[in-house]
């Protein structure tokens, strides 16, 4: 059935852009149908002989809070795993997780993340919201489709803090947007744990340093360089759950 539904909410992201900017494409009238591959995805050692995951979410079992939308979100984004361009300024950082049903405590399997962010100046690829980037030029912004597994990673790079006036700054963050058949649709944030706005900031986040949506990264050293690793577990609720 999760897979069923997961095929559905693909089917649905593609059709709806097929009807939109892509009601032009046709495929090639001499293409076949690509060859049936055996299933060699994993779910099935990741649950015990009692179908539990082996694995709990990285906070606590509790519905992620909310935050604010705010005035950058786009509609439309391209399905990718890389949330900026290949080179971008900034500090390299890579994001994984898993979504979470807090009814069943299982991966949901059947989810669509929304992810946006500033880059490493603090800006978004726009200003006026009423006069959004065309498709090709979205930058810093994506959308992600998660395995059986409910698992996404994507690379990016650690967005800036950024000022709102006042004298006030918003503490360096990740907008995401998370929906799934079943579960009431999640707008939230992503902020790093000892971020010195995160005590000031007057919209996001509001349960500080215990907040399930501060996370803490990890430095982790390749060849040629490191990057920042840091693991955001999302919990939906249900939409038949009321708290
Ligand atoms: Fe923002």
């Known amino acids: 059935m999760a897979d069923f539904n997961r095929r559905q909410m693909i089917q649905r992201s593609f059709c709806g852009l097929a009807a939109g900017a892509f009601g032009t494409?046709?495929?090639?009238?001499?293409?076949?149908?690509?060859?049936?591959?055996?299933?060699?995805?994993?779910?099935?050692?990741?649950?015990?002989k009692k179908g539990i995951p082996q694995v709990a979410p990285a906070g606590k079992w509790e519905p992620s809070f909310k935050d604010i939308l705010g005035p950058f979100y786009v509609p439309g984004a391209?399905?990718?795993?890389?949330?900026?361009?290949?080179?971008?300024?900034?500090?390299?950082?890579?994001?994984?997780g898993r979504i979470w049903g807090f009814d069943?405590?299982?991966?949901?399997?059947?989810?669509?993340?929304?992810v946006w962010q500033a880059d490493a100046h603090g800006q978004y690829d726009m200003n006026n919201p009423k006069n959004p980037p065309a498709w090709k030029d979205f930058k810093n912004r994506i959308r992600l489709v998660v395995d059986e597994t409910g698992y996404y990673e994507y690379e990016t790079i650690k967005p800036a803090a950024y000022g709102i006036g006042g004298g006030q700054?918003?503490?360096?963050?990740?907008?995401?947007?998370?929906?799934?058949?079943?579960?009431?649709?999640?707008?939230?944030?992503?902020?790093?744990?000892?971020?010195?706005?995160?005590?000031?900031?007057?919209?996001?986040?509001?349960?500080g340093a215990n907040s399930n949506l501060v996370i803490q990264t990890e430095k982790v050293k390749v060849k040629g360089g490191s990057y920042q690793l840091g693991t955001f577990d999302i919990v939906l609720e249900s939409t038949t759950t009321s708290f």
Request: no cysteine; hydrophobic share 30%.
């Open 104 to 114: 069943t405590r299982k991966p949901v399997s059947s989810a669509v993340l929304d």
């Open 78 to 96: 391209p399905f990718r795993g890389k949330v900026t361009a290949p080179l971008a300024e900034g500090d390299p950082l890579v994001i994984r």
């Open 25 to 48: 494409l046709t495929l090639d009238a001499k293409a076949t149908p690509t060859p049936e591959t055996p299933d060699v995805h994993d779910y099935e050692s990741f649950l015990d």
């Open 169 to 207: 700054s918003r503490p360096s963050h990740i907008h995401y947007m998370i929906q799934a058949p079943g579960y009431k649709k999640l707008i939230t944030q992503l902020y790093f744990k000892g971020d010195p706005h995160l005590k000031t900031d007057s919209f996001g986040d509001k349960g």
